[in-house]
């Protein structure tokens, strides 16, 4: 076969994907636009030409088509033209491509399987210019403790094409393969990803990916509407957790008014802070109409933050979300419940399900046709179909809901 590349759409985007007589020379994630995803893919295979891929080629397309919508992939048989790659990081890219999907092994591992244990930092180094995005498999290799991110080389762009996404998607195509077992794992979140406030997600990918999965939340999706989740952009995890202490057990209506209330105690720029509530005593907090016990968690809370036993934002977004649940659950007054809350409300996190949510239950109960709210079992069973976006589809059922008690439009 001659030299050539070729763009293809997938559900995240336009990829790209090159070739030799050897093999594939390199394949492309999205880089925002057509013009920028070519033109990164031309760095690594310059001068090659734009062609139609052969038999062999359209086979690796497919492939990595259906690992993005969470399918297995196939992708183990492709072959690679690695003529061009020097022989360390031939090495370390056939080592990788041996790993399992779904399954994630550290830098210094990868080192020991190839028989070089001390060449951990050169491991990290070749799969940063990993030129085979997906086909070698580097988002299945992370830090020593757990800690992900994005890569370089054929994996710029955002959403599901950074390394949590990408295993998460994985995670999802075995719970598929295996028949939809039910998910009572660990959480397939990740850190946040994209700039600022925004989803740790891809909501295009999400809502594709949901459709997809399951047709009978697509027809509640079709009622809704687009995905518009709001996000808490509150300044500091101590703003983002007061608020959720004052909403507990309220009204949405009578919680924004005491949290109105307990602001304005404290005027002037910066919020609500830590430092306020340890400052004010208790009738002047109880004031705004907080309950004792609201108080006692509140100034736990303020004690925490204050002393450094609360990480700040940017430490919890590169945290996993069990680990985020355990942390802000130990404050008092904050459960599992509102640890899930700050995970999608302020981190955006893709993939919580908080099955004792009471409107979720109602929700699901509404959008599939049962008579009584939905029990913790069946929304999980059910649940396994939505890895790794089940926050878009606790969203929808809340909206379900919400239409719900709207009632009919005039």
């Known amino acids: 076969m001659n030299r050539g590349f070729a763009l293809f759409d997938t559900v995240i985007g336009v990829c ?25 893919l031309l760095r690594v295979v310059p001068g090659t ?6 038999a062999a080629v359209r086979g690796a397309v497919a492939g990595v088509v259906r690992q993005l919508r969470g399918e297995p992939g196939g992708l183990a048989s492709v072959e690679l ?15 990788v491509r041996a ?30 210019r990993n030129p085979f995005a997906l086909v070698v498999p580097c988002h299945r290799v992370v830090p020593a403790g757990g800690r992900t991110g994005g890569a370089g080389g054929a994996w710029a762009g955002g959403g599901v094409t950074r390394r949590p996404g990408l295993r998460a998607l994985e995670s999802a195509a075995r719970t598929a393969a295996a028949g939809g077992a039910a998910a009572g794992g660990p959480a397939a979140g990740g850190p946040g990803q994209g700039a600022g406030y925004g989803y740790g997600f891809d909501p295009g990918t999400a809502v594709a990916y949901l459709r997809a999965s399951d047709p009978g939340l697509a027809a509640v999706m079709d009622r809704t509407g687009p995905f518009a989740m709001p996000l808490n952009a509150a300044a500091s995890v101590f703003a983002a957790l007061a608020e959720a202490i004052v909403h507990q057990q309220l009204s949405t209506k009578a919680a924004a008014t005491i949290h109105g209330r307990l602001r304005g105690l404290f005027p002037g720029a910066g919020g609500l802070s830590a430092e306020h509530v340890l400052g004010a005593d208790d009738e002047l907090l109880r004031s705004a109409g907080l309950s004792r016990p609201k108080v006692a968690s509140l100034r736990d809370l303020a004690h925490r933050v204050d002393t450094g036993m609360l990480p700040e934002v940017e430490a919890i977004r590169e945290m996993e979300d069990e680990a985020v649940v355990a942390c802000l659950s130990s404050v008092r007054g904050i459960g599992r419940w509102t640890a899930q809350m700050f995970l999608m409300f302020r981190l955006g996190r893709p993939d919580v399900l908080p099955v004792d949510d009471l409107g979720l239950r109602h ?16 929304i999980e069973k059910r649940g396994a179909l939505w890895r790794p976006f ?13 239409e719900a008690r709207r009632g009919p439009s005039s």
């Open 363 to 378: 929700g699901f109960s509404i959008a599939f046709g049962g008579t009584a709210p939905a029990g913790v079992e069946e």
């Open 390 to 402: 089940r926050s878009v589809a606790c969203w929808y059922l809340w909206e379900a809901l919400e």
């Open 49 to 54: 030409p734009e062609g139609v891929p052969p």
């Open 16 to 40: 790209g994907i090159a070739w030799s007589e050897r093999g594939v020379t390199c394949v492309q994630l999205p880089d925002g636009d057509r013009g920028r995803t070519v033109e990164r």
């Open 81 to 95: 033209d690695m003529s061009g790659v020097p022989a360390f990081g031939r090495r370390v890219y056939e080592t």
């Open 99 to 128: 790993v399992p999907a779904g399954e994630s092994v550290t830098y210094a591992a990868v080192a020991e399987r190839m028989g070089r244990p001390e060449a951990a930092r050169a491991v990290g180094r070749a799969l940063a």
